[in-house]
């Protein structure tokens, strides 16, 4: 056991454990794109699924009755710990399960999910650090100093899933985003073609599918909704909420207003599809902007020297008579 303890303590073992995890990573990163599956149908077929739930729950609601539930339970052990624990009135508030829709995730497990993780993650940081700091002895400091960062490492465990979820909603917008203009583009086509809202929001799912896996989805649930709900306002403003950005929302104030007074809806999308071509360009030009000051710092650190020992290494060599 002391051996193996001296080993993980060698930094020339630990530096090599950690090239290799990094080349692993970056082979991965690089292999991923051509191993992953086609998606489209599954996402297509999981919101054909929530439009399932929606008739069942609007029909149940229309009769007085007791609202059936379709959704996926959690692990029974999550659920029991969150509900024992009231976990919900503690670690959740109104805009935790709206973000958790703006990053994907919907219904009660993933909440339930999110709140098992906040609860024990504090507790599975708090006991690496431990074994980090006094079981592997990895740093001189006091024992007192050592509990301190076990306990912030509690701390940074805490809000862990937090992080998950924001960078779930940062993915997943920029996704929308990028994709949103053309959306307006065939929305706008197939308006003026004569369709309705509801088959327009379909015929955009589904060539938006291959471009976007995260819009798709959103405007299937859309018109869903919109088939199902009664208020056509509360769909609307449900993909406003579920996307989080202003351009969406724009458009969802376009078509209340449409719905409401009847103002013609095609002049209204194609200036918003205009606006938003513009913002996706300006932010295009916005990260070429950005691009040289990025590259200064690598060029003088890895570019610099090497150019420098091109040019000057001929000469040294000369002037040192080396061979």
């Not at 809202?197 to 896996?213: C, D, I, N, W, Y």
């Amino acid at each position: 056991m002391g051996d193996f303890l001296a080993m993980l303590a060698d930094p020339q073992i630990l530096l090599g454990a950690f090239t290799a995890i990094g080349v692993a990573a970056t082979i991965f990163t690089v292999a991923i794109p051509f191993l992953e599956k086609e998606q489209l149908a599954t996402r297509m077929k999981a919101v054909s699924v929530e439009r399932d739930k929606i008739r069942i729950r609007e029909r149940a609601r229309m009769n007085t009755e007791k609202p059936v539930s379709l959704r996926v339970e959690p692990k029974a052990y999550m659920k029991r710990l969150v509900d024992q624990l009231q976990l919900k009135n503690a670690l959740s508030d109104d805009k935790t399960a709206d973000q958790l829709r703006m990053a994907g995730f919907r219904g009660q497990a993933p909440l339930t999910v999110f709140l098992f993780a906040r609860f024990i993650m504090p507790f599975v940081c708090f006991m690496v650090a431990l074994f980090y700091f006094f079981g592997l002895g990895m740093t001189e400091q006091p024992p007192g100093m050592k509990l301190a960062f076990s306990f912030l490492a509690a701390g940074v465990g805490m809000y862990l899933p937090n992080f998950y979820v924001s960078n779930a909603i940062q993915k997943r917008q920029q996704s929308i985003r990028r994709a949103w203009p053309d959306a307006l583009d065939l929305m706008l086509i197939c308006i003026e073609s004569g369709m309705s809202v509801e088959p327009a929001f379909r015929k955009v799912a589904e060539e938006m599918g291959t471009q976007s896996l995260a819009l798709a989805e959103e405007m299937s649930l859309t018109a869903a909704e919109l088939s199902y709900l009664q208020e056509r306002r509360k769909a609307y403003e449900n993909l406003a909420t579920r996307t989080g950005l202003e351009a969406v929302r724009a458009v969802v104030t376009a078509l209340i207003q449409a719905e409401r007074y009847g103002t013609p809806l095609g002049q209204a999308i194609r200036v918003l599809s205009q606006e938003s071509r513009d913002t996706r360009m300006a932010e295009a030009e916005k990260k070429a902007a950005s691009l040289p000051p990025k590259l200064t710092v690598p060029m003088i650190v890895f570019f610099l020297p090497v150019l420098f020992a091109v040019i000057i290494g001929p000469a040294m060599i000369q002037l040192f008579g080396w061979k």
